[in-house]
Each structure stands twice: as structure tokens, then as C-alpha cells.
């Protein structure tokens, strides 16, 4: 697995965090037999589908030292499992609107040693109070959705990172968004060539 990461990203791993990022995949496939955390269909492809995706984030930006990042739509974990596991230095606080997603992204980042830094909460993003310098999410909701959302949780001059594709979509006015296409960095994915991530700021 993984020689499919690109070489910047390959570079900011440890042997040990690559067998977490393994093992983590192998918890997701397992725990997926029994709540829906992923489409089951595209199961077989865990990591180059979802796994790698959440890290390639990191070809561009480390996240802050001490950030508390939020994860909003969390579902099986991602991107903010990968995320934890690559960036220790951060904390992280992964939401989910469904309680049997939340268990078990409990259990995972338990049976992972994540519990003191990753954080799991049966919350809809828009009953959630605090500030985060850091908000991730993929396309759960619409982007104006998620920026709705995000947008009250967002601490000063922070940044929100959604995970899309492309055609883009509208950015909402009072935001700044630039695109970090995916094929930049990880040119042999078919799959990843359409995406990347929209960093917005306000």
C-alpha cells in the first residue's frame, strides 16, 4: 500500500505511521461488514480511494503544532483518522450525525491508540460549539452547506480544507478558495485526477 503514496508524502511517514495507516484500513474493511461506513462496492479500493486522499492534504500544508482540527461528516473516520495518525502533533475532534458511525470510529481510534488525541462526538455540525483553526470535510453536504456549518466554528483566520472534485463547486461570496488538484502531486491515480481539496478561507 504503501508504494502508492507520492513521494512528498512518503517522506513525512514513519515506518510505524504507515503500518498505523495499514492497520487502520484493515479496521475500516473489517468494521464495514457491520455498519456502513463506506460504500461496500468500492471497499476493495480503501486506500487509494480513501485513505490516500485524506493525506495528500499534506504535499501541501502541515497542519498547525497544538491545532484542534474538526472533522464535520466525519463517517468512517476520514479524512481525520489518516490526518491524526500523520500529523501527532495535532488534536482532533471528529464529528458524525449518525451514533453508529461515531462507535465506531470509537472503536478504531481506541484499538489505533488515538483516544487521547482524537476525539469522536455523536453531534450535528450545527448544534457543535467552539472555535477550530483547522476544519476538514469531505463532500458530505453541499460546499455552501459545509461553509454554513463551518462557518460560526471557524476560528480568526483560519482555514476550512473540503475534499471534492471537479467541476468545482460555486464558492460562496465572502469566501476565498483555492484548489489543490490531486494530480499535481499524485499523477499515476486515474482515480484522484478529477479531485483535490478547495482551501477557503474567509
Partial sequence: MHNLLPPPLAARLSPAQIAALQEYARLLTEINTQV?????????????????????????????????????????????????????????????????????????????????????????????QGQFPVIVGRAVAPLSRVLGWAKPLLAKGGVVYYYTGEPLPEVPKGWRATFLAFREVCSGEAYLSSKGILCLRR
Wanted: proline share 4%; charged share 20%.
Fill in 36 to 128: 456502513n461506513l463506506i460504500s461496500r462496492k468500492d471497499i476493495a479500493a480503501v486506500w487509494s480511494h480513501h485513505i490516500l486522499p485524506s493525506l495528500l492534504l499534506l504535499c501541501w500544508y502541515e497542519l498547525p503544532a497544538g491545532a484542534k482540527v474538526l472533522d464535520i461528516g466525519t463517517g468512517g473516520g476520514l479524512p481525520g483518522i489518516p490526518l491524526a495518525i500523520a500529523q501527532s502533533h495535532a488534536s482532533f475532534l471528529l464529528i458524525d450525525s449518525t451514533r453508529k458511525k461515531i462507535e465506531a470510529v470509537r472503536r478504531m481510534t481506541q484499538s489505533l491508540g488515538l483516544e487521547q488525541r482524537v476525539q469522536a462526538e455523536w453531534i450535528r455540525a450545527e448544534e457543535l
